[in-house]
């Protein structure tokens, strides 16, 4: 079957130069219970420049969020191509009884396509607080709020609500001990009743007796059954007592914080008595506030909880470098979390690809040369062969330059229906390659493909020469770039650059943070 190439563009922004999405929602960030995302409280007219004049719209706005949008947003909800993938997938995919789940939504445009698909329900999980605000506004413009369900929150503090299971049982009310399987007993009357799984399972006294699937629980004696009572009602009440003396404490704190403010009255006025109403109201009030308090956290924990498994995921939550916005992780813990068994996963398979390459074009932006007779060779003594930029950091669009890929090597495969990050555990690999084109290789480029589909004919990719005329992909994702220099003279003074032959093997040392596929380090240890 003929494979479709949809490139898409996405590009995410980088606090840390080795990570390329905001470090609040990167893995791991909000891995405690009932901790809440956080939001940049700086707003947009804050961080202006104090001679701008700012539209109202933007006034109050997160400085960030703005940011962002301008960034990265704008151009990849405008990758066609990209757009068109994920709508071919959800078309081919989505079944009127499936319910959709997105991690990281943002605008909300791939839960919406999702929606068009017309399955059960789309639950879109979005950590942003003011990404969520956006999105809702995006499905209500569409008429598509009452399909789609936005979730504020981080994926790993969403789960699936527990239902009550009911057990059904019979009531049988018996004579003789019946301890005697073997001997006969006569039964009286026969009716059957439900229990929650917290109800008392056991019924005390001679006549009557539980029978869960066939099995007749151990009958306790009077005088156990007594026992076990007493022991209860004691319990109850030294719980209870407790309570009460840990109330009684806290409104008499409470008293006297109001005693000693309000009877302290200036001279001339008459001070308020402890048996006022306004100490009396003091209980209720403190009542009411913790009604309000348990109603707020029971809110709280219902946003956060999804009434059903999920048949189907989608996301794109990839960065410059596939896994750049940890979406591995995310996925993995999806898949143990929220997902049914045997989901649909868009997308399914990724591979994440480094490539030597040459370009005149980028070694006049990247390296000194000599002018008319001037020799300016000090100041590749600072050339960085260590971090990672993105293309649109360098102001380029890799496929407008005299690009040509000399050795292309496979950094990882990643099965997103099962693998997580167990793989990773290594802090370098080292890779030889058989060079396909002969040059001087001036750097490596990092791109990957990803494919939404099983039969893999839905394709996104960021390649150079799969990018051509799309210029929102090249600006959203592009790609990542890393000089390199040539191993001999890697300890000396001034680098210079290993040349490819065409045929002959090249080899590359990438580094790596152990258990991470977000960011890696290339360099060349021998060429042919």
């Not at 019924?203 to 009958?219: H, L, R, S, T, V």
């Not at 300016?376 to 600072?382: A, D, G, H, I």
């Not at 290789?441 to 390649?463: M, N, P």
């Not at 990542?480 to 003279?489: A, S, Y």
């Amino acid at each position: 079957m003929e494979t479709k190439n949809y490139e898409k563009n996405g590009y995410e922004s980088n606090e840390k130069p080795y990570h390329f999405v905001p470090s609040q929602f990167q893995a791991n960030a909000y891995m405690h219970e009932n901790e809440e995302p956080q939001c940049d409280p700086e707003t947009f007219e804050s961080c202006a420049q104090p001679f701008m004049d700012i539209p109202p719209r933007l006034t109050n706005m997160c400085n960030s969020v703005v940011l962002d949008v301008n960034d990265w947003h704008m151009p990849m909800v405008n990758d066609l191509q990209r757009n068109d993938a994920y709508r071919d997938a959800l078309r081919k995919l989505v079944k009127p009884n499936d319910v959709v789940l997105e991690i990281g939504c943002g605008s909300g445009i791939l839960s919406m396509l999702a929606a068009r698909c017309n399955p059960k329900k789309v639950y879109a999980i979005e950590a942003s607080t003011d990404f969520a605000t956006i999105a809702n506004e995006n499905l209500k413009k569409n008429g598509l709020s009452e399909k789609v369900q936005i979730i504020p929150e981080m994926s790993t503090n969403v789960y699936i609500k527990k239902k009550k299971r009911k057990l059904q049982c019979s009531v049988e009310e018996i004579t003789g001990n019946y301890s005697d399987n073997n001997s006969p007993i006569k039964k009286k009357r026969v009716y059957s009743s439900t229990f929650s799984d917290d109800a008392d399972k056991r019924i005390a006294g001679n006549e009557k007796q539980i029978k869960f699937d066939g099995y007749a629980p151990e009958k306790l004696t009077k005088e156990e059954e007594k026992r076990r009572r007493l022991k209860e009602k004691k319990k109850r009440r030294r719980k209870r007592k407790k309570k009460n003396k840990q109330r009684r404490k806290q409104e008499e704190e409470e008293h006297s914080d109001c005693s000693g403010s309000m009877t302290s009255s200036p001279k001339g006025s008459s001070p308020i008595s402890s048996n006022s109403p306004v100490f009396k109201e003091l209980p209720q009030q403190r009542a009411r506030e913790e009604e309000i308090r348990r109603k707020k956290t029971r809110d709280q924990i219902d946003k956060r909880a999804l009434p059903e498994p999920c048949t189907l995921l989608v996301s794109e939550i990839v960065g410059t470098l596939l896994d750049g916005e940890s979406q591995i992780h995310y996925y993995a813990d999806a898949r143990k979390r929220l997902l049914a068994p045997n989901a649909k996963i868009v997308p399914n398979f990724g591979i994440q690809y480094a490539s030597l390459f040459s370009s005149k074009d980028f070694q006049r932006i990247s390296q000194a040369f000599d002018y008319d007779g001037l020799n300016l060779s000090c100041l590749n003594k600072l050339r960085d062969p260590c971090s990672l930029l993105l293309s649109k950091n360098y102001g380029i669009i890799v496929n407008q330059l005299d690009f040509k890929e000399l050795c292309r090597y496979t950094l990882y495969e990643v099965d997103l229906e099962k693998d997580d990050l167990a793989p990773f555990n290594y802090n370098e690999l080292t890779l030889t390659e058989t060079c396909m084109d002969s040059g001087e290789a001036v750097g490596l480029i990092y791109w990957w493909e990803l494919f939404l589909d099983k039969e893999r004919t839905i394709k996104v990719s960021t390649h150079p020469l799969e990018t051509i005329g799309n210029i929102p992909r090249d600006l959203n994702w592009g790609q990542g770039l890393q000089l390199i220099e040539d191993p001999k003279t890697w300890n000396k003074g001034l680098p210079t650059l290993p040349v490819c032959t065409k045929g002959k093997p090249a080899t590359v040392q990438f580094r790596c943070q152990k258990g991470s596929a977000s960011f890696y380090q290339g360099k060349v240890m021998a060429v042919g």
